[in-house]
T-cell receptor, first 119, second 117 residues
Framework: NAGVTQTPKFRVLKTGQSMTLLCAQD?????MYWYRQDPGMGLRLIHY???????AKGEVPDGYNVSRLKKQNFLLGLESAAPSQTSVYFC??????????????????FGQGTRLTVV | AQKITQTQPGMFVQEKEAVTLDCTYD???????LFWYKQPSSGEMIFLIY??????QNATEGRYSLNFQKARKSANLVISASQLGDSAMYFC??????????????FGTGTLLAVQP
């Protein structure tokens, strides 16, 4: 029962390098999200997706790109990493929660996080 | 605009006492969902409790209850009989346009709770 899996768990990048973070979920969820967590700032939404082939910007999208070619995968890309992108990144997924379904299905499930350091 | 505010950066509580963590939200939608998550020092995000905007009763899950005051736009988490294992960061979150195309899930800045023996 994997749930939401993020890879890698740790990464150190040099300024200007690129990388892709992978998020995979096996719960057939429609919605997927990428967040970054920084001290004192909580979780801030970078990008999200409401279904295969669709993506949308969140609160802090600059410097990041995403793709959702398959329903179960949501990729977060950093084209040219900057020290300001040093953070812990979380992926999450959830059902399309309609009002009349079991509200317990409204929960978002999180991956274990990726600690990224840009030097 | 959608916004979650947690005004308590840190809280202390004695073991076995109750504690309330504050959360206020801003939305123009009539349909939305409110969530609380716990993040222990190990880093994982643990779902605690959920309240829908149309739910007339406050949500409860074991020692957790959500004090939902819709007119005041507040969704405070109450933890009864605190335990040492409750020491963690707690996040309030909201999903707007419940079921709609703009279904963002946003979080507050969190409250760090320390339970003292």
């Amino acid at each position: 029962n994997a749930g939401v899996t993020q890879t890698p768990k740790f990464r150190v990048l040099k300024t200007g390098q690129s990388m892709t973070l992978l998020c995979a979920q096996d719960m057939n969820h429609e919605y997927m999200y990428w967040y970054r967590q920084d001290p004192g700032m909580g979780l801030r939404l970078i990008h999200y997706s409401v279904g295969e082939g669709t993506t949308a910007k969140g609160e802090v999208p600059d410097g990041y790109n995403v793709s959702r070619l398959k329903k179960q995968n949501f990729l977060l890309g950093l084209e040219s990493a900057a020290p300001s992108q040093t953070s812990v990144y979380f992926c999450a997924s959830s059902y399309w929660a309609l009002r009349d379904i079991d509200p317990r299905n409204a929960e978002a499930f999180f991956g274990q996080g990726t600690r990224l350091t840009v030097v | 605009a959608q916004k979650i505010t947690q005004t308590q950066p840190g809280m202390f509580v004695q073991e076995k006492e109750a504690v309330t963590l504050d959360c206020t939200y801003d939305t123009s939608d009539q349909s939305y969902g409110l969530f609380w998550y716990k993040q222990p020092s190990s880093g994982e995000m643990i779902f605690l409790i959920y309240q829908g905007s149309y739910d007339e009763q406050n949500a409860t899950e074991g020692r957790y209850s959500l004090n939902f005051q819709k007119a005041r736009k507040s969704a405070n988490l109450v933890i009864s009989a605190s335990q040492l294992g409750d020491s963690a960061m707690y996040f309030c979150a909201m999903r707007e346009s419940y079921g709609g195309a703009t279904n963002k899930l946003i979080f507050g800045t969190g409250t760090l709770l320390a339970v003292q023996p």
